[in-house]
């Protein structure tokens, strides 16, 4: 039976100053980015200590910063004790996170991969051209066929449910146009918040296809080993133990939905009953509770919190 899950936070849950105080107390930290650092050639924890944020919030460093950002908390909440989980998930990047931690990529191949798979969605999709939304107080049913009757592929102009994050929380992805409409739409039907993310970069919709066969190239050319923990992929939410089929779940997370909630009702299902989110920030923890309040959700984004964990 499942009892103690590990989450993994990805895009969005940065910010400049991120895991300051824990790296007061804890070596890991500004080692871990050191690995980083030597495998970027840049100095990662200068960055997330001191930004500039316009910088820290282009994806091809947000994604690297953010998967260092993990992992760091995961080997102070090993060292501390904590013990290893039964199941692992990861939203979107967090993913390679999760496949880090158990131990089915190293972290060096994992920070190169996530930094050109950063380059490679920016440059699948020319910038203005690709948007992303979030949509609060719709059923998902009801945002899925908005979006299809305001998609129109013979005017290039496309947009599909991108991250099912919770129960009455979704977020819209693709061309900036019809994301537009789709806003206006989902208003229209009485949706409680429609309003347009702060990305330049459509994630998880059919725009992202050119960046597919080069991330999948790249993922070829490391060691990719059999899972030490399950772990549920975004892509179809099944663990994979075959390392051909993770690197394909990887490659098919670009274009396809991050399915979020079904993942947790899944681990729900096992026997989860205790989430642990393992990095800064506590975004998985609040979607967690929209779908689920009698599950324990705890953020790890500060020595205490680790320490309790752990013991």
Known sequence: MTSRVLIFPGQGSQ???????????EA?????FNEASDVLERDCWQLVSQGPESELNQTEWTQPMMLAADIAVWRVYR????????????????EYAALVAADVMNLSDAIRIVHLRGRLMQQAVPT?????AA????????????????SDQSQARTVVAANYNAPGQLVIAGHAAAVEQAIEACKAAGARRALRLPVSVPSHSPLMQPAVEPLLEALNAVEIREPKVSLLHNFDVAS???????KQALA????HPVRWTETINQLLGQGASEFYECGPGRVLCGLGKRIDRSATWQPLENLAALQAAAA
């Open 252 to 255: 098919e997370q670009l274009t």
């Open 28 to 32: 890991e930290v500004v080692d871990t």
């Open 135 to 150: 949509i609060l107080g719709l059923e998902d049913t009801q945002v899925e066929q908005l979006c299809v009757e305001v």
């Open 128 to 132: 203005e051209v690709g948007a992303m």
């Open 15 to 25: 910010a400049v100053g991120m895991l300051a105080d824990l790296a007061q107390s």
């Open 79 to 94: 060292r501390l004790g904590g013990a290893m989980p039964t199941a692992m998930a990861g939203h979107s990047l967090g």
């Open 240 to 246: 994979h133990a075959e390392p051909q089929a993770i």
